[in-house]
């Protein structure tokens, strides 16, 4: 798999004018639809960045979202928080670009025949990002949308969420049969109900700088990227968080 050839002292092209959208995020993923397609139409998206990889929970890509729904762009590079920070106002020209579904969310990259299955790569170069990220100096809060868990829809995952009430019932960070609830902490996937017994998992990569910080019991609310996913073989909706502090605890 390639990564584009960026390093610490790069910085992203800043526009004082970014290009106007013709399409939105929702329109482009009625018309990705199932499988990986390349982009050959002049397509512009524009939306503001909701996630960060500062803690290292998300890694070389970043989330953009319009008013429809959201996007991954893969761009390739670790560290993207300094270049493409949270709430940095954005425009993708993607003409030319692979786009798919992974786990519910649209992705855009590089069509990549050696990526099989997936028929997508991270953008290959600093010049190939430079001409599909078009970045804003403008940069505003971000604001996760409230939603229950049995109000989540497919067409919900890639989007900044916010979900209250969960209590923790089961986590694959208890690797032994010494091992209890107490003893859990962020990394893997833990398994949350909210009062209404509807399930929830949050996922942790192992490199996240808090992956080996205990596991609240009782989250007050959490705030992170949706995705489709399984727990246990059944269907559940997963969420990603930026940052420790995106869990809040009773």
């Not at 329109?27 to 960060?52: D, Q």
């Not at 030319?96 to 290959?124: M, N, T, W």
């Amino acid at each position: 798999m390639l990564v584009g050839c960026y390093n610490a002292a790069d910085k992203p092209i800043i526009e004082d004018r970014l290009p106007q959208a013709n399409t939105t995020i929702a329109e482009l993923k009625r018309y990705v639809g199932n499988g990986a397609v390349r982009i050959a139409e002049p397509i512009t998206l524009r939306g503001h960045i909701t996630s960060s990889d500062e803690e290292k929970n998300f890694y070389s890509s970043f989330m953009v979202e319009d008013t429809s729904g959201a996007v991954e762009v893969m761009v390739g590079y670790p560290t993207l928080f300094g270049l493409y920070p949270e709430g940095l106002e954005v425009a993708l020209t993607i003409e030319g670009c692979a786009a798919r579904h992974s786990r519910g969310v649209l992705q855009i990259g590089r069509h990549s025949e050696q990526a099989e299955p997936y028929d997508i790569d991270y953008l290959e170069s600093r010049e190939r990002v430079d001409e599909v990220v078009h970045s804003a100096l403008s940069v505003k809060p971000t604001t996760a949308q409230d939603i229950d868990i049995r109000d989540i829809t497919p067409n919900d995952c890639g989007r900044l969420v916010l979900i209250d009430s969960l209590k923790l019932v089961a986590s694959t960070s208890i690797d032994t049969v010494t091992m209890t609830l107490h003893d859990a902490v962020w990394r893997g996937t833990s398994l949350y109900i909210d009062p209404r017994g509807d399930s929830l998992t949050i996922y942790t990569r192992d490199y996240a700088t808090f992956a080996d910080n205990k596991l609240p019991h009782t989250l007050r609310s959490v705030t992170g990227i949706l995705e489709s996913g399984d727990y246990d073989g059944h269907s559940v909706y997963n969420l990603k968080m930026r940052y420790e502090s995106d869990a809040v605890a009773y």
